[in-house]
């Protein structure tokens, strides 16, 4: 079935220093892989996503590379600051009109100043 | 533009009661999603709803849970007879169409 491994599930890091969460896929359908970000007691929120057709995207601080072959996608976070600190899921859906999200299990980020 | 709204924002109910979660999406959004958030867990899909239509339940547990999207007004998440094990945070999210998907704030259910 549809699965979405992440790795890894905690990972501590220095301030200044680059993070990286690695994901790996099932689906070979699947086309469209968001990154959201949960602090504690709130929302899921969107911070970068990648579809199928694109094998990097950056946004200031923030990349995703995609590998369709592989079937794997990562962030990548540099010069990492406290505000970082949060649960970081990636997820990966198919189909062009909306689909639903399967999540990896996250991955527990921790910037020490 | 108000982003994606949910209420109630806590939820607590008996063993055995019903549980009602509404979900009004973002300004110009036809599809709605429910995911479910067990404590310290991922978030798993439940049903993703268009106005009117059931597209996809395919995580819904076969009983005692719900959902419609209406029409006028919010999409709801029903639960009957509340079990412990029901006890959860429920995030829905909105799309125009494809990608991407918003998130509420979430409903935290917890049953007695």
Redesign the interface.
Same mark, same amino acid.
Not at chain 2, 97 to 106: L, N, V
């Given at each position: 079935g549809e699965n979405v491994e992440q790795h890894p599930s905690t990972l501590s890091v220095q301030e200044g220093d680059s993070a990286v969460i690695k994901c790996t896929y099932s689906d070979s359908a699947s086309n469209y892989f968001p990154w959201y970000k949960q602090e504690l007691g709130k929302r899921p929120q969107l911070i970068i996503d990648i579809r199928s057709n694109v094998g990097e995207k950056k946004d200031q601080r923030i990349a995703v590379t995609l590998n369709k072959t592989a079937k794997h996608f990562s962030l990548h976070i540099t010069e990492t600051q406290p505000e970082d600190s949060a649960v970081y899921f990636c997820a990966a859906s198919k189909g062009n009109q909306g689909g639903k999200l399967i999540f990896g299990q996250g991955t527990e980020l921790s910037v020490k100043p | 533009n108000a982003g994606v709204m949910q209420n109630p924002r806590h939820l607590v109910r008996r063993r055995g009661q019903e549980a009602r979660l509404r979900c009004s999406p973002m300004k110009g959004h036809s599809?709605v %999603?429910w995911?479910r958030q067990l404590p310290e867990? &991922?978030?798993? #899909?439940m049903v993703?709803l /268009?106005k009117e239509n059931i597209?996809?339940e395919? &995580?819904m547990p076969k009983e005692r849970f719900s959902a419609e999207f209406p029409k006028e007004g919010p999409s709801i998440l029903r639960i009957q007879q509340v079990v412990r094990g029901d006890s959860a945070a429920y #995030?829905c *999210?909105s799309?125009e &169409?494809? *990608? !991407? /998907? %918003? #998130?509420? !704030? &979430?409903t935290r259910l917890t049953v007695l």
């Open positions: - | 599809h %999603y995911y867990e &991922g978030l798993k #899909f993703y /268009q597209i996809d395919s &995580g #995030f *999210a799309s &169409g494809s *990608a !991407p /998907q %918003y #998130f509420g !704030p &979430g």
